[in-house]
């Protein structure tokens, strides 16, 4: 149930969810920091969404960077090649006291063009800025963080518009300017080595031409958590959330919101329950979730997790859970319009269906059921072998309304300066019939042979079975508008692979290579491939690292994916190798 926006994969970078509040997903191009400070990239597999919330439906990437303190000194980093066109970053931390380390950020980069299928320039260059800072004080049993970013960007693109008139569809070279920021700030306090708390309130604010023109999309958050230890045998957290999302956009061409600015929110409580059932070898984990939005009303979502440890070598765990993924103003507000079918002698008008929002669209369901194990056969060499099955039900799905003139029903186009043709209109409605249950599994293997050498390797095999509107799946007019479920068994990859080797050569020079296979997406008519990245890094002196790296080495490009809802023209994904350099100085 893959797509542009990974409508069910919850993102956060430090905690702050990137969700965008206009449509559930995330906007890639507007995510980003300093590589250079971030600490881990957790990846959660599966539902999570006692912790993180709803919409962690099928999983969640939280981004957590290092700490001031673990960022002193001077970071200047610079490079450039073929498709990475240029890069460069800096920063410098410092103290402003003894217990307050901060650093500052600033960062840019522009990539090429990509090209369309037909081999023409795409279009689709990318260039962005950003800076940001982070401070940390400490006092006593408290720690404070404050935390902030800002950018700018701008990236090209070919959209294939439906028009009324022959051929019936248009190219429009689009260049989409977006700007943005947040802050955040964190209050941790350690009472003892059994309870903590934390609390969390950021503020987000982004202006996008993405469609649609986001004049402002702003969310506010704030995050409570209680962590204690219960008669050594309870480890709980509980906590409360309430995230309140406010919004304006422009008409377009293709897409317009009835209001044009609207404000919701989200609260939500939770409780989990770590219970030791057996000193050292056997854990139970009980949670629930309790959410409230106003697009689908009171969402219950708990979880189970028990978890055996036999010996030192090995674990075993089981877990059931519910998650849901909620509405947001896209499914509920938005009018999109689609395909033309040009006239006909039984039909002298041409039909423009327009896909319109529900108010009665309701959140998506899961129960989901894991079963997984972990070996380690030495402090070298471990194993981890997991299989699941997710039951969806009530997934969004399209049903044809009846066609009807659109006299009158088109103000909006005439404001922006776009002709309008006498055509009827055939409304396309959001429903929760949609069915469906996917099961596969994952392998991943971890192995050092030598010191100096690490290797990863993992398989991972998804089997997806969809009951859906086959109209909108089948070898009809209608196929490929609906990847996301009717279309999903064939738009996600069956088999993917991956391995990993990571090698000294000598004290002063590493090669790193990743080699990865993807199956073929016939909803999009992508083939497999297998492709490679390589990265060679010589230190030269002890804050001096210089690089050459290769992107996608097999082929002089190849496809991996296409654009869901928004009409951007496939293109090839291109080899690329640049080169580069990183000096540190100080700390």
Not at 57 to 77: P, S, Y
Not at 128 to 134: D, E, I, L, M, P
Not at 378 to 385: C, Q, R, Y
Request: proline content about 4%; overall charge negative; glycine content about 8%.
């Amino acid at each position: 149930f893959n797509g542009r926006f990974a409508n069910k994969l919850q993102v956060l970078i430090d905690g702050r969810s990137v969700y965008t509040p206009l449509f559930s997903g995330v906007i890639w191009s507007e995510q980003d920091t300093f590589i250079e400070d971030i600490e881990r990239i957790e990846v959660i597999r599966g539902p999570g969404s006692t912790i993180w919330g709803a919409n962690a439906m099928n999983g969640v990437i939280n981004i957590i960077t290092k700490k001031a303190a673990d960022t002193q000194g001077v970071l200047l980093t610079a490079g450039g090649g073929s498709f990475e066109r240029g890069f460069v970053g800096a920063r410098y931390g410092g103290e402003l006291g003894e217990n307050t380390p901060f650093r500052v950020y600033a960062k840019g980069f522009s990539r090429d063009n990509t090209t369309t299928l037909a081999g023409a320039n795409a279009n689709d260059t990318w260039h962005s800025a950003r800076t940001g800072f982070r401070l940390d004080h400490t006092r006593g049993i408290d720690e404070y963080t404050v935390q902030g970013d800002m950018f700018i960007s701008s990236t090209g693109d070919m959209l294939e518009q439906s028009i009324l008139s022959p051929p019936f569809t248009r190219l429009d070279l689009i260049d989409t300017k977006v700007k943005g920021g947040n802050i955040r700030f964190r209050w941790d306090r350690n009472y003892s080595e059994n309870s903590s708390t934390s609390l969390q309130v950021y503020y987000d604010r982004v202006h996008d031409q993405l469609m649609p023109n986001t004049e402002y999309a702003e969310s506010f958050d704030i995050d409570f958590r209680h962590r204690l230890t219960i008669l050594d045998r309870h480890e709980v957290i509980w906590g409360a959330n309430y995230r309140l999302y406010n919004n304006k956009v422009l008409d377009t061409e293709t897409i317009l919101f009835i209001p044009r600015q609207k404000a919701n929110d989200v609260s939500s409580v939770f409780v989990r329950d770590e219970i030791v059932l057996l000193q050292d070898q056997l854990r139970l984990t009980l949670g629930i979730r309790l959410g409230h939005n106003d697009f689908s009303g009171l969402e219950v979502q708990p979880d189970a997790r028990l978890t055996w440890t036999p010996n030192e070598e090995s674990s075993v765990w089981l877990s059931a859970s519910k998650a849901v993924w909620t509405p947001s103003r896209g499914e509920s507000d938005a009018t999109i319009s689609g395909r033309v079918m040009p006239a006909t002698p039984d039909q002298p008008l041409p039909v423009m269906m327009a896909v319109q929002g529900s108010h009665t669209f309701d959140s998506e369901k899961l129960n989901a059921y894991e079963l997984g194990y972990r070996y380690q056969f030495t402090e070298n060499a471990s194993i981890d072998v997991a299989g699941f099955f997710n039951d969806y039900s009530e997934l969004h799905d399209f049903n044809f309304g009846n066609s009807e003139s659109t006299l009158g029903r088109h103000a909006h186009r005439a404001e922006l300066g776009v002709g309008i043709h006498q055509h009827l209109m055939l409304p396309v409605f959001f429903n929760n019939q949609a069915s469906a249950h996917s099961y596969g599994g994952e392998v991943a293997v971890n192995w050092r042979p030598h010191e100096r050498w690490r290797l990863q390797g993992s398989y991972s095999y998804l089997e997806i079975n969809v009951n859906s509107n086959p109209v909108f799946a089948g070898e009809s007019a209608f196929i490929g508008l609906d990847a996301k479920t009717a279309g999903a068994a064939t738009a996600n990859p069956r088999h993917q692979a991956s391995f990993r080797s990571n090698y000294d050569l000598s004290d002063k020079v590493e090669l790193n290579l990743w080699l990865r296979y993807v199956s073929s997406l016939p909803f999009y008519n992508v083939k497999e491939y297998v492709t490679m990245d390589a990265k060679l890094a010589w230190t030269p002196a002890r804050n001096v690292e210089v690089f050459l790296v290769g992107q996608n080495l097999f082929t002089k490009n190849h496809r991996e994916s296409e654009s869901d809802y928004i009409p951007s023209l496939p293109t090839y994904i291109p080899r690329g190798i640049y080169a580069g350099a990183t000096w540190r100085f100080g700390n």
